[in-house]
């Protein structure tokens, strides 16, 4: 029976030191893997590189190159599910996946030949607890944020206009946790033409990295577009702004409403539509 675990993002990263810390003798047969779409951010190769020397062992990369579409459910079937049951063969595994106690999904479908297990639920590891340890790791050894720090500006300014009597005051309501997830220009670190990622994190790649928005609008011809009703060559000025400001003001009322004693679903890395298990989690 091989033990091995899928590693793309902070849940997993967070199922993988739980397990270092709770159970050294899995810990010691515990295979790690990755797979890489050949269109990962390159935030995303560089955390990749040192995961190695974090977790000292070993971090096997699967190649998951595959064309995109959406009928072909790329990023979960081809590009991350048939490498990875490419590289187990026929061997009977258990799979420990990066699903938190705070979600109600159940992953990778387990089978004759792979069971699931769940480190972060038999631990009660929610997500505010998944940050701490996260947090908790030297800067170079955590999964990237994609830190947006334009729209965090434009967030302040929203602020000051909606609450003249409190200007300057978004920070101080700001949690270190808000700050990372809802000021990030992505939500998840896979895949840059993602075709599930939404308005503003295409924004955030067209002022970040304009090579690969060049990349992700060549797959575009006459009559299609990457994300439906959404062609990229009509991204103009004008219509960055009203998305990054559509953005900002949804920031604003969230961490208004947070602040105030409400509960507000984040909109954050663990909400983005995904198979859950090897999509940056």
């Not at 029976?1 to 899995?26: N, Q, T, Y």
């Not at 070993?58 to 595959?66: F, S």
């Not at 984040?266 to 989690?281: A, I, V, Y």
Request: charged share 25%.
């Amino acid at each position: 029976m091989r033990h091995v675990l899928g590693l793309s993002g902070k849940d997993s990263l967070a199922a993988a030191l739980i397990i270092k810390a709770h159970d050294p003798e899995l810990w010691e047969s515990l295979e790690i893997f990755t797979t890489l779409t050949g269109a990962d951010y390159p935030e995303t190769l560089q955390w990749i590189s040192v995961v190695p020397e974090l977790m000292g062992k070993e971090l096997v990369t699967i190649d998951g190159n595959a064309l995109p579409s959406r009928n072909a459910r790329y990023c979960t079937r081809e590009a991350k599910l048939q490498p990875f049951e490419q590289w187990l063969g026929k061997d009977a595994a258990t799979l420990y996946t990066g699903i938190r106690a705070d979600e109600f999904r159940v992953g990778y479908k387990a089978n004759d030949q792979v069971l699931s297990e769940f480190p972060l639920v038999k631990y009660e590891m929610d997500l505010a607890k998944v940050w701490l340890l996260i947090l908790a790791l030297p800067v170079q050894y955590r999964p990237p944020t994609f830190y947006w720090a334009e729209m965090h500006q434009l967030c302040r300014d929203v602020w000051d206009e909606q609450s003249p009597l409190f200007t300057g005051e978004f920070d101080r309501l700001l949690t270190f946790t808000q700050k990372v997830i809802l000021m990030a220009g992505r939500s998840r670190p896979n895949c840059f033409f993602c075709f599930n990622q939404r308005r503003y994190e295409v924004v955030w790649m067209y002022e970040t990295h304009p090579d690969l928005f060049e990349r992700m609008q060549s797959f575009e011809t006459l009559g299609y577009s990457w994300i439906s009703d959404f062609p990229l060559a009509d991204l103009s000025d004008a219509k960055r702004y009203e998305i990054k400001l559509r953005r900002a003001k949804t920031i604003v009322k969230a961490v208004t409403t947070a602040a105030f004693g409400a509960a507000v679903e984040s909109d954050g890395f663990e909400s983005m539509t995904s198979c859950g298990l090897f999509c940056g989690k």
